[in-house]
């Protein structure tokens, strides 16, 4: 079965550096997504992309942070400098034209900040 | 802003019986429903989705019922399995353009079956 593959699965990082969150997702999708699941709290859109351009981003997702897809294959999350609030839980998905079948997320990154 | 209200944190359930998750939403633009289920380390992984045009979708031991005049949905788990015990998330999205399929998800109901 297709996966979405996530690295690192735990990153612990001083508050004020840049990350990069990694993913591969599912070669014949058309459609990237990150979220993010604060402990505790829901799973929260960030941004979707498609094209190779963002379509939408939620207010979470300021100027701090952006994505990439930089070879065809990956797709990035990166935050420029990081606050102690952006701890969490980091999911990349992707899915195809049909959300019927839902998105298949990664397992996800493991951000800590401190 | 809870668009998606799952109002029961937590639910238990003796094995073999019917596990009833219920979801509400608020926003009349939603026109997909979908259920995820959750283990602890792991992403969301789908389990099974409505279009708004249904009131009901069955697909095994899970069948997702929506109620579009009171905004409510629920999912029936049946019988249900120790190995179902994880955290549910009822999600929707609002179709548009074909551009973005962005989700909203409640923030969740674990769901506990007791051998």
């Known amino acids: 079965e297709p996966e979405v593959t996530q690295t690192p699965s735990h990153q612990v990082t001083q508050m004020g550096q840049e990350v990069i969150l990694r993913c591969v997702p599912i070669?014949?999708?058309?459609?990237f997504y990150w979220y993010r699941q604060i402990l505790g709290q829901k799973v929260e859109f960030l941004v979707s992309?498609?094209?190779?351009?963002?379509?939408?981003k939620s207010e979470i997702f300021d100027d701090q942070f952006s994505v990439e897809r930089p070879d065809g294959s990956n797709f990035t999350l990166k935050i420029r400098s990081t606050k102690l609030e952006d701890s969490a839980m980091y999911f990349c998905?992707?899915?195809?034209?049909?959300?019927?079948?839902?998105?298949?997320f990664g397992s996800g990154t493991r951000l800590t900040v401190v | 802003d809870q668009q998606v209200k799952q109002n029961s944190p937590s639910l238990s359930v003796q094995e073999g019986r019917i596990s009833i998750l219920n979801c509400d939403y608020t926003?009349?633009?939603?026109?997909?429903f979908l259920w995820y289920k959750k283990y602890p380390a792991e992403g969301p992984t789908f389990l099974i989705s409505?279009?708004?045009?249904?009131d009901k979708n069955e697909d095994g031991r899970f069948t997702v019922f929506l109620n579009k005049s009171a905004k409510h949905l629920s999912l029936h788990i049946v019988p249900s399995q120790p190995g179902d015990s994880a955290v549910y998330f009822c999600?929707?999205?609002?179709?548009?353009?074909?551009?973005?399929?962005?989700?909203?998800f409640g923030k969740g109901t674990l769901l506990t079956v007791n051998p």
């Open positions: 998905a992707s899915s195809d034209q049909d959300v019927s079948g839902g998105y298949t």
């Open positions: 070669s014949n999708h058309l459609y």
């Open positions: 992309f498609y094209n190779n351009e963002i379509s939408e």
């Open positions: 926003n009349s633009m939603f026109d997909y």
């Open positions: 409505i279009s708004s045009i249904k």
């Open positions: 999600a929707a999205s609002a179709r548009r353009g074909g551009s973005n399929y962005k989700l909203t």
